[in-house]
């Protein structure tokens, strides 16, 4: 159980375009919703929070215009990067939290912007 | 805030030999969660282990352990009888149970197992 997808596993956009990501819990409601990005050799960085229903929670020093996050439904949320740049390659990972304290992550997302 | 360090970047061990990974924490919180996260190659993050902080008794899973020492604020990972599945990323965490469960990490250790 707790399964958790992301779509796609990896994107390759040009300069200027958007690009959405896709985190769904698979066999549970997930009432929270995380997004990380991670660079290579280093730790996650959280980027935001999002509860169904309601606007995300963004960490200090992330663009809320650049990176919009919705969450439509109990199973569902997104991450649109807007603009894309070369410096918003990363790899995103999402990561979603039921009931309990617990929180379980996605396959992640490698974007690459040419 | 909260924080967490790792201080160790890189970790090896033998195969089939016990390591220990390290891990301290910083928070004024009393009611919080501790977590060892495994990311391997895929990087896939993979829960290991949890540790509730007002459980006295370190937790166990198979061949995982923790060392939690609450006062000291530290909280260890042993790893016992090694196998080479064991290598990858190795992140500490730390969630505050009234601030929504948002997941603190440490910078992380890479493990190597030797044959």
């Known amino acids: 159980g707790a399964v958790v997808s992301q779509h796609p596993s990896r994107v390759i956009c040009k300069s200027g375009t958007s690009v959405k990501i896709e985190c769904r819990s698979l066999?549970?409601?997930?009432?929270?919703m995380f997004w990380y990005r991670q660079f290579p050799k280093q730790s996650l960085m959280l980027m935001a929070t999002?509860?169904?229903?309601?606007?995300?929670?963004?960490e200090q020093g992330v663009e809320k215009d650049k990176f919009l996050i919705n969450h439509a439904s109990l199973t569902l949320s997104t991450l649109t990067v807007t603009s894309a740049h070369p410096e918003d390659s990363s790899f995103y990972i999402c990561?979603?939290?039921?009931?309990?304290?617990?929180?379980?992550f996605g396959p992640g997302t490698r974007l690459t912007v040419t | 805030a909260q924080t967490v360090t790792q201080s160790q970047p890189e970790m090896s061990v033998q195969e089939a030999e016990t390591v220990t990974l390290s891990c301290t924490y910083d928070?004024?919180?009393?009611?919080?969660?501790l977590f060892w996260y495994k990311q391997p190659p895929s990087r896939q993050m993979i829960l290991v282990i949890r540790?509730?902080?007002?459980?006295?008794q370190n937790a166990t899973e198979n061949r995982f352990s923790v060392n939690f020492q609450k006062a000291a604020k530290s909280f260890s990972l042993k790893i016992s009888d090694s196998q080479l599945g064991d290598a990858a990323m190795y992140f500490c965490?730390?969630?505050?149970?009234?601030?929504?469960?948002?997941?603190?990490f440490g910078q992380g250790t890479e493990l190597s197992v030797k044959p």
């Open positions: 990561s979603a939290r039921g009931g309990g304290v617990e929180q379980y």
């Open positions: 066999d549970f409601q997930a009432t929270t």
């Open positions: 999002s509860n169904e229903g309601s606007k995300a929670t963004y």
């Open positions: 928070t004024s919180e009393s009611d919080y969660y």
């Open positions: 540790q509730e902080a007002y459980k006295q």
């Open positions: 965490a730390l969630a505050i149970y009234n601030q929504g469960g948002k997941l603190i």
